[in-house]
C-alpha cells in the first residue's frame, strides 16, 4: 500500500514484538500499559506505580525514520505512554526479547544465573530498561568489544537501572547481571553466579555467560512497519491531532476545536500525569511532535536554541556533544553543567521521552519543582510563545512571572544566551540535592548560579551575578535578587560572602507547608558558599592558576585545585565499586546446600511468570477500587460519586450492607479478634476501608474512588487518639496475652546500685515503614457454581484468606478456593493485610455475580495498608565506668493502630532482639497502644528490628557519656556463652554460639580497626566531608511453624509438590525442590542430580493442601522443605524395596523405570505429611555482624555508604545462592528503615508520603558503594532441618551499622565545631532520628555550619 493511502486511511498502526496491531479507534486517553496489559498476551510490562516513578512498566519503543533511514530506539515508561502518539512505532517488550519457547535472551540467563531476580516483578522492565541501554551503546562509534560483550561500559550499565526500583534484591546482584555485558568488566569482579566455578580463569569464565552476540541481535523495528508507518490518525475516528506545522497548529487551535465546551490537552511525552493524576477525559488530544521546529535543538554564535518538544534525553545527547567541542568557551561550561544536572532528573525511561517545553509548562502553569526552570532561570533564557495573539518573545523569567499559561498558549522553545565579554571570567555552577544522587529524586533545594569575575586588587571581582533557587517550596523558581545586587561590584572576601549568605537565607524561604523549610534554606546558603568559597582566598585561586588566562572556569575545578583543604572532595559519582560474596555450602545433602538459581528466574526476567494480575480477566469482569475515610473518626453519612466521563462504567458500591445475610462483617483474622472489612456507619481511621467501587475498568473505578465525596459526620465524636501518649491517656490498649509476655532478666534496682552511672528516662522514637512490595495488593474473585468461589490472592496466608472469605460471605469453607501461584513482593504486608482485599474481591464478585478484580493502585495501597509499628521508647539504664551495663529498663509504648493484627507478638519479638547485649539486669513495661491509625502489621522483622536498634541506641548513649569507643562499649556487653542463655532461656547449645567468633572475623576482614585509624586521619584532615564507621552484631530468635507438604509422582516419573508456603522471591521453591531431590535420591544418591529438574512446585491452593498457614517469620522455607522431606520419606520407604527388586532382576534400574514398575504394581505414588516442629526445638538464635563506613558531606546533610561488610550464620545453608540473596534484600531493605524512608502522616493521621514522589526507598544509587558479604556455614545443629539457619529477615537488623556509622561521622563534624567553639551541645549526646534523611543528618552537624565556619575565619582573621 502507498503511504497515502495509509495516512488518508489514517489507522492507528503499530506493532508489540514484531505483530502488527491496528486498532481502528480507540480512547485517547489509553496508557500503552494499559493497552498491553489489557489487549495484548504481553504482561510482561508490570503497573507498579502508575507515575513513572518504578520502572517496572518500561518496554522499549523503536522509531524509524525514513527521511534518514534510520531506527531509533528508546525505553520509556509505558504506564505514561499514550497508545496514539505511538503511531507507526514499535514496541518490545521483555518477552519479546526472548522466552520459553523461543530460547531466552542472554540477558534474561545472565539476570538468572546472577541470582538477580527473586519475586521477578521488578526484573522485566530492569532488563528493557537495560536492553535499551545494550541497543544503544552497539550504535556508537566506540571500538569494537571483545566477543561476547558489548560497547556498553560498567557504569553505563549500572547507570540504565538507576531508575528502577526493586524491593528484594537490593541491586547489587542485578548490576553485576547487566555488567557482564560490559566490554571494559573485569570478570574477576562479577559477584557469585551459576555459570561458573570458584578457580575458572577468566577465559574458562567468559566462555560460560550465555553468549551475547551483537551482530545477531534481533531487529528492534519490523520490516513491514517501515512501509506502514503514518503520523496523521483520521481525526474522525481519534480525537487525536498531529500539526505539523506552527500554522496547522495555530488553525487548529483557532479552530471549531474547543466549540461547545470540548476540552482539549496539548501532549508531548505524557509523563506530567505522573505527577498531576488525570481524574478528567479530554475530548482531543493536540500531539505537539510532529511541528519540526518544536524539535529542533541547535546552537549558533548566540547561543543555544531548544525547541520545545525536545525530550531531556535529546538534550542531554546535544549538550554532551557540544561540551566536547569548543574546549574553553562559555559554550563548553554551560552545556557540560547542564547535561551532568540534567542526567539526575528523573530516569533515563523518563527523560527519553519527556519534553523540556513540557517540563517548563508545568513549572509556570502548575508550579512544578522543577530543575529545567531553575537551570533556565539561572542561565538568563529566553522563551518563544505562541499565543492567541500571535507569537511573542520574552525572558523565561518574565514568564514565570505571568499568570499561569492558559490552554492555548503553546510554548515554542527556549534560547540560552551566551556571553560574550572578553575581559571577564565567567563561572556557572549547578545544584541540586535529592534524596537519591542519581535521580528519580525531586531535589529539596536546586539551583543555577553564573556570575562574571574579574582580577582586582588583590581579589575577585564580582561584575555580575545570577543566583536562581528553585523546589524549595516555591511556587516556581525564583533569582535572589537583593543578594546578587549585594554582592554585584563587591571584591569577595570572607566577610562580603558572610553578609551574602545572610541575604540568602532570607530570600530562600519555603512556603508554609513545606517539608523540612530550615534544611531547605540552609541547603541553599551551601550551595552559595560553595560557589563562592573558593573565590574568597585570591591566592589559592591564583597559585591554582586558575584565575590566569583561562577565560572560562567552574567551581569545581576550582575547588578541586584549591589546596586549603576545604572543598577537596569534588563529586563522587561513582555506583557500586565492588562487591565481593564468599558463601560456604555443604555437599553433606547435595543438591540440599548447592547455589542452584532460583526456579523460573529467567522466566520471571522474560515477563511470563504469571502474577494475580496477569490472569487475563474472564469475560464480563468487573474492577474494583477501595474508598477509604481521610478522617480518623467520623461518622459517614453518605458516598457520592462525581459525575465524570471517566467513571461512566461504574456499576456499583459496595460496603458493610452488601454482606449476605449469615455472613459477617470480616475483612481479615488476626491472632485473636476478626478484623472488620468495611467501616461501618464509623470510619475509625484514616485508610479505613468505607466501600469498593466497581467499574468496568480498573482506570474507571481509580477515578470513582479518588473523586468520590464523602459525607462526613465529627459532631460528638471524641477526638481520635493519633499518638501514644493520647492512647495512654484513655487507656487505649490490646491485650498481650500472658505466653507472649518477654521474660524480665535479674534485678534492675540490684543492678542499678552496682552502677557507676546512669541515664534516667532517654528517650527514642521510631516512626513506620511502608511495605513497597512491587506488586501492590491484588485478587480476583470468579463466581462458581452452587454458591462456590475460586480467589486468586497475592496472599502470604491464603488459608487464612479463604478462612475469612466464607466466614464474611456465610458459606461453608468448601465452597471457597484460594490460589496463590506466586507473589510480587510480601514483606509481611501481604499477611494479614492481603485478606481484606481478597474478601472484598469476593464479596463484591458474590453480589454482583461476575468476575470481580481489584488491583490497589499504589496511593491507595501506601495510605491503606498500614506497616511497621511506631514507638516511644523511654529508658534507664545503669553502667559501670568500664562500660559494662549493669540494668536497663524500658518502657516501650506501642503504636498499633486501630485493630489488634499481629500486634501482640510485637513486645516479644523487640526485647528478644534487645536481648543480644548482656544488660546485667533487664526489666521492661511494654503496651500495647490502639489508636486511630491504619492497623500496623507484620513488616520483615517485626519488632525484631525495633528492638536491635533500641539496644545500638543505648549503647551508643552509654558510650557518650562516658567518651569511650561506642565498639569498645559493645564488646564490653556482648554476651558469653553463658549469660546468652540466662537471657534465651538455654536455648543455646554448646558450640552453637557463633557470634563472638564472627565479631572477630568481622573486625579482620573489614580491617576494622585499621580503617577507624584511617577514618580519624581523614576527618582531621577534611572540613566538609566527614566518615564513620561502626561494627553492630545481632541476635534473632527464629521460631518454627508446622507446616504441609505433598509430593505426587506422575507417569513419567515427573514430581509435583505443594507445600504450604507461598513463593514470595524468598526462594521457597528452590529450596524445596532441592530438598525433593535430595530426599527422593536417597532411594539411590547418583539419581539426586537428575531429580531436581524433574521437580515442579505448584501454586498453593487451600483445597488440595491444607493447613498452609502463614508464610512470615523467616523460617517457611526450611519449614515447608522439612514437610516435604517427611513425604519423600514415605514415599522412600515404599519405594526402595521395589529398586532391590529391580535391581537385583536387571542389574541396573533408573528412576523413570521405577517409576513405571511402581505405577503397574499400584504402590501408591503420592504422600502428604504435616510437619510440626518438636516441642522445645521450634525456636532457634540466628547470629550476624556487619560493619558501615559512611561519608556524610556537612554542606548537604548527604550519606554517602562506602563499605558494608557483612558475616552472617546460615547453618548449613540449603541454597547459599538463595540465602546471600535474602541477606543482601534486607540488608537494603533495612538501609531504607534507617536512612531513606520518610514515612509522613497528616494531622489525621492519614499518610502523605503515598506515592513514588514522596516515599523514597533505596536506588542502585543509595546501597553501599563497596558490598561484602559472607555466608558461613558453622556445620551441624542437630535439631534445625539438615542444619539449616534462616535469613529473610535477621540481616535486615544489620543495617542499624549504617546508622551508626552516620552518627558517628556527625559527632566528627560536631567534633569539629567544638574545635572552632561553635558548639553550644554536647559532641556526641545528640539523638539521630529514623530515617536518617539527608535533613536530618544536617540538622545534627548544624544547619549554620557554614556561618559558624565563616565566623571562625572572620575571628582568626581578625585576631
Ligand atoms: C518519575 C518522574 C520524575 C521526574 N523528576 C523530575 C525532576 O527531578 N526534575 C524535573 O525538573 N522534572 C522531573 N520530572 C518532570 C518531567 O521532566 C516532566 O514530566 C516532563 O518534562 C514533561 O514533559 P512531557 O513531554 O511529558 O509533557 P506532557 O506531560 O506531555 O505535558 C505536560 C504539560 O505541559 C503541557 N505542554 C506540553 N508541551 C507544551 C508546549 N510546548 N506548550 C504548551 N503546553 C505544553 C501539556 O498540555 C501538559 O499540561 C519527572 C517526571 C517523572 C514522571
Ligand atoms: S508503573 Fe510505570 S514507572 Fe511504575
Ligand atoms: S525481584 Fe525486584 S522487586 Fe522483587
Known amino acids: 500500500m502507498l503511504m497515502e493511502e495509509i495516512q488518508k486511511k489514517g489507522s492507528l498502526v503499530f506493532a508489540v514484538n514484531g505483530e502488527k496491531i491496528e486498532l481502528p479507534c480507540i480512547d485517547p486517553s489509553t496508557t500503552l500499559l494499559q493497552f498491553l496489559r489489557s489487549d495484548t498476551c504481553f504482561k510482561s510490562p508490570k503497573l507498579g506505580c502508575g507515575e513513572g516513578g518504578c520502572g517496572a512498566c518500561v518496554v522499549l519503543v523503536s522509531k524509524y525514520d525514513p527521511k534518514l533511514k534510520k531506527v531509533e530506539d528508546f525505553s520509556v515508561s509505558s504506564c505514561l505512554t499514550l497508545l496514539c502518539s505511538l503511531n507507526g512505532c514499535s514496541i518490545t517488550t521483555s518477552e ?252 533515563p525511561f523518563v527523560r527519553n521521552s519527556a519534553s523540556v517545553g513540557g517540563n517548563l509548562v508545568m513549572a509556570q502553569k502548575n508550579g512544578f519543582p522543577s530543575d529545567i526552570a531553575t537551570l533556565f532561570l539561572g542561565l538568563s533564557a529566553t522563551v518563544s510563545l505562541m499565543t492567541s495573539h500571535g507569537l511573542e518573545k520574552l525572558t523565561w523569567e518574565e514568564l514565570l512571572s505571568r499568570p499561569p499559561l492558559d490552554s492555548r498558549t503553546v510554548l515554542l522553545s527556549v534560547s540560552i544566551p551566551f556571553k560574550k565579554d572578553r575581559n571577564s571570567k565567567f563561572l556557572f555552577e549547578t545544584y541540586r540535592a535529592a534524596p537519591r544522587p542519581h535521580g528519580n529524586a525531586l531535589a529539596y533545594v536546586n539551583a543555577a548560579f553564573q556570575a562574571d569575575v574579574s582580577l582586582y586588587q588583590n581579589g575577585v571581582l564580582i561584575n555580575n551575578i545570577q543566583l536562581a533557587f528553585g523546589a524549595y517550596g516555591t511556587k516556581h523558581a525564583t533569582r535572589a535578587k537583593k543578594v546578587e545586587e549585594y554582592l554585584t561590584g563587591k571584591i569577595l572576601n570572607v566577610h562580603v560572602l558572610y553578609e551574602a549568605l545572610k541575604l540568602v537565607k532570607l530570600a530562600v524561604i519555603p512556603e508554609d507547608g513545606t517539608l523540612h523549610p530550615e534544611y531547605r534554606s540552609s541547603l541553599a546558603v551551601s550551595y552559595v558558599f560553595e560557589f563562592l568559597y573558593p573565590f574568597t582566598d585570591v591566592h589559592s585561586a591564583i597559585s591554582g592558576g586558575l584565575l590566569a588566562g583561562i577565560n572560562d572556569i567552574s567551581v569545581e575545578e576550582v575547588s578541586k585545585s584549591s589546596n586549603d583543604g576545604c572543598i577537596s572532595q569534588g563529586r563522587k559519582q561513582t555506583l557500586l565499586s565492588s562487591a565481593k560474596q564468599v558463601v560456604e555450602s555443604s555437599t553433606e545433602y547435595y543438591p540440599v546446600g548447592e547455589p542452584m538459581k532460583k526456579v523460573g528466574a529467567a522466566m520471571q526476567a522474560a515477563g511470563e511468570a504469571v502474577y494475580v494480575d496477569d490472569i487475563p480477566s474472564p469475560p464480563n469482569c468487573l474492577h474494583g477500587a477501595f474508598i477509604y475515610s481521610t478522617k480518623p473518626l467520623a461518622a459517614v453519612k453518605g458516598i457520592q460519586l462525581k459525575s465524570n466521563q471517566l467513571t461512566d462504567g461504574v456499576t456499583d458500591i459496595i460496603t458493610f450492607k452488601d454482606i449476605p445475610s449469615g455472613g459477617a462483617n470480616i475483612g481479615a483474622i488476626r491472632l485473636f479478634d476478626p478484623e472488620p472489612l468495611f467501616a461501618d456507619d464509623l470510619a475509625q481511621c484514616a485508610g479505613d476501608r468505607i466501600a469498593v467501587v466497581v467499574a468496568d475498568s480498573q482506570r474507571s473505578a481509580d477515578v470513582a474512588a479518588r473523586t468520590a465525596l464523602i459525607d462526613y459526620d465529627t459532631a460528638n465524636m471524641d477526638s481520635p487518639m493519633l499518638t501514644v501518649e493520647e ?66 490472592t497475592s496472599s502470604q496466608s491464603p488459608e487464612n484468606a479463604h478462612h475469612v472469605i466464607a466466614s464474611c460471605l456465610g458459606v461453608p469453607e468448601h465452597n471457597i478456593r484460594v490460589i496463590t501461584r506466586r507473589v510480587g513482593g510480601g514483606f509481611g504486608g501481604k499477611s494479614v493485610r492481603a485478606m481484606p482485599v481478597s474478601t472484598a474481591c469476593a464479596l463484591a464478585a458474590y453480589k454482583l455475580r461476575r468476575p470481580v478484580r481489584i488491583y490497589v493502585n499504589r496511593n491507595s495501597d501506601m495510605i491503606m495498608t498500614g506497616g511497621r509499628h511506631p514507638m516511644k521508647v523511654t529508658y534507664s539504664v545503669g553502667f559501670k565506668s568500664s562500660g559494662k551495663i549493669t540494668a536497663l529498663h524500658l518502657d516501650i509504648l506501642i503504636n498499633a493502630g486501630i485493630t489488634e493484627d499481629i500486634s501482640p507478638i510485637l513486645p516479644l519479638n523487640v526485647i528478644n532482639s534487645l536481648k543480644k547485649y548482656d544488660w546485667g539486669a533487664l526489666s521492661f513495661d511494654v503496651k500495647l497502644c490502639k489508636t486511630n491509625l491504619t492497623s500496623k502489621s507484620t513488616m520483615r522483622g517485626p519488632g525484631d528490628v525495633q528492638g536491635s536498634y533500641i539496644a545500638e541506641a543505648i549503647i551508643e548513649h552509654v558510650s557518650s557519656l562516658l567518651s569511650m569507643e561506642v565498639d569498645s562499649v559493645r564488646n564490653k556487653n556482648v554476651h558469653t556463652f553463658e549469660s546468652l542463655n540466662l537471657f534465651y532461656d538455654n536455648i543455646v547449645e554448646a558450640g552453637e554460639y557463633t557470634l563472638p567468633s564472627i565479631m572477630d572475623k568481622l573486625a579482620v576482614s573489614s580491617s ?111 519449614s515447608s522443605c522439612e514437610a516435604i522431606r517427611l513425604c519423600c520419606n514415605v514415599l522412600v520407604e515404599r519405594l526402595t524395596p521395589l529398586k532391590k527388586q529391580l535391581q537385583e532382576k536387571n542389574g541396573s534400574v533408573d528412576w523413570p523405570t521405577l517409576i513405571r514398575q511402581a505405577q503397574k504394581q499400584s504402590v501408591s505414588l503420592a504422600a502428604n505429611s504435616y510437619y510440626v516442629p518438636e516441642f522445645g526445638s521450634g525456636s532457634y538464635l540466628n547470629f550476624g555482624a556487619a560493619v558501615s563506613e559512611v561519608e556524610i558531606d556537612i554542606l548537604t546533610g548527604e550519606t554517602t555508604i562506602l563499605q558494608s561488610d557483612i558475616i552472617y550464620d546460615c547453618g548449613q545453608s540449603l541454597n547459599p545462592a538463595v540465602d546471600m540473596g535474602q541477606i543482601e534484600g534486607a540488608f537494603v531493605q533495612g538501609i531504607g528503615f534507617f536512612m531513606n524512608e520518610e514515612y509522613l502522616t497528616n494531622k489525621d493521621g492519614l499518610m502523605v508520603s503515598n506515592s513514588t514522589w514522596t516515599y523514597k526507598i533505596p536506588t542502585i544509587d543509595t546501597i553501599p558503594q563497596n558490598f561484602n558479604v559472607h555466608v558461613v556455614n558453622s556445620g551441624h545443629h542437630k535439631k534445625r532441618v539438615l542444619s539449616s539457619k534462616t535469613s529473610g529477615e535477621p540481616p535486615l537488623l544489620l543495617a542499624a551499622s549504617v546508622h551508626c556509622a552516620t552518627r558517628a561521622a556527625i559527632k566528627a563534624a560536631r567534633e569539629q565545631l567544638k574545635l572552632w567553639d561553635k558548639l553550644d551541645a554536647s559532641v556526641s549526646e545528640f539523638y539521630l532520628d529514623v530515617p536518617a534523611i539527608l535533613p536530618v543528618v544536617k540538622t545534627q552537624c548544624g544547619l549554620d555550619y557554614v556561618e559558624k565556619f565563616l565566623e571562625t575565619l572572620l575571628a582568626q582573621k581578625s585576631n
Not at 219 to 246: C, G, H, Q
Not at 1062 to 1087: F, H, N
Request: proline letters at 4%.
Open 96 to 347: 519479546g526479547l526472548g522466552n520459553t519457547r523461543d530460547g531466552f535472551h542472554s540477558i534474561h540467563e545472565r539476570f538468572a544465573g546472577f541470582h538477580a531476580s527473586q519475586c521477578g516483578f521488578c526484573t522485566p522492565g530492569m532488563c528493557m530498561s537495560f536492553f535499551s541501554a545494550l541497543v544503544n551503546a552497539e550504535k556508537g562509534n566506540k571500538p569494537n568489544p571483545p566477543p561476547g560483550f558489548s560497547k556498553l561500559t560498567s557504569s553505563e550499565a549500572e547507570k540504565a537501572i538507576a531508575g528502577n526500583l526493586c524491593r528484594c534484591t537490593g541491586y547489587r546482584p542485578i548490576a553485576d547481571a547487566c555488567k557482564t555485558f560490559a566490554a571494559d568488566v573485569d570478570i574477576e569482579d562479577l559477584g557469585f553466579n551459576s555459570f561458573w566455578k570458584k578457580g575458572d580463569s577468566k577465559e574458562t569464565k567468559v566462555s560460560k555467560l550465555p553468549p551475547y552476540d551483537p551482530t545477531k541481535n534481533f531487529s528492534t523495528y519490523p520490516e513491514f512497519l517501515k512501509s506502514e508507518s503514518a503520523m496523521n490518525l483520521d481525526s474522525s475516528r481519534y480525537p487525536w491531532y498531529s500539526p505539523v506545522s506552527i500554522e496547522e497548529l495555530q488553525s487548529l487551535l483557532n479552530s471549531n476545536l474547543t466549540e461547545n465546551g470540548a476540552s482539549f490537552k496539548l501532549v508531548v511525552g505524557n509523563t506530567g500525569t505522573g505527577y498531576y493524576k488525570e481524574t478528567q477525559r479530554y475530548d482531543h488530544y493536540v500531539d505537539l511532535r510532529y511541528i519540526p521546529e518544536l524539535s529542533i535543538v541547535k546552537r549558533d554564535q548566540t547561543g543555544i536554541e531548544v525547541g520545545a518538544t525536545v525530550t531531556i534525553s535529546k538534550l542531554i545527547s546535544f549538550l554532551k556533544e557540544e561540551s566536547k567541542v569548543n574546549y574553553g568557551s562559555y559554550g563548553k561550561l554551560v552545556s557540560e553543567k547542564l547535561a551532568y544536572h540534567m542526567e539526575k532528573i528523573a530516569s
Open 727 to 792: 492512647a495512654v491517656e484513655k487507656s487505649s490498649f490490646i491485650q498481650i496475652p500472658p505466653f507472649l509476655h518477654p521474660k524480665e532478666v535479674g534485678d534492675f534496682s540490684k543492678g542499678m546500685a552496682e552502677a557507676d552511672h546512669k541515664i534516667l528516662s532517654a528517650e527514642i522514637r521510631l516512626g513506620s515503614e511502608y511495605y513497597f512490595y512491587m506488586e501492590t495488593q491484588t485478587a480476583l474473585a470468579i463466581p462458581d457454581e452452587d454458591n462456590c468461589m475460586v480467589v486468586y
Open 1008 to 1118: 576494622f580497626f585499621q580503617r577507624s585509624k584511617m577514618i580519624e586521619q581523614f576527618n582531621q584532615k577534611n572540613t566538609w566531608k566527614k566518615r564513620g564507621i561502626s561494627r553492630v552484631p545481632i541476635v534473632f530468635e527464629a521460631m518454627q511453624r508446622a507446616s504441609p507438604g505433598k509430593v505426587s509422582i506422575l507417569q513419567d516419573g515427573s514430581i509435583v509438590v505443594e507445600v504450604g508456603g507461598i513463593e514470595l522471591g524468598q526462594g521457597l521453591w528452590t529450596k524445596v525442590r532441592q530438598m525433593t531431590a535430595y530426599a527422593l535420591g536417597l532411594i539411590e544418591s547418583s539419581w539426586a542430580e537428575d531429580l531436581v529438574e524433574k521437580v515442579r512446585v505448584i501454586q498453593a491452593d487451600t483445597l488440595s493442601v491444607v493447613q498452609g498457614g502463614f508464610t512470615a517469620g523467616s523460617t517457611t522455607s526450611e
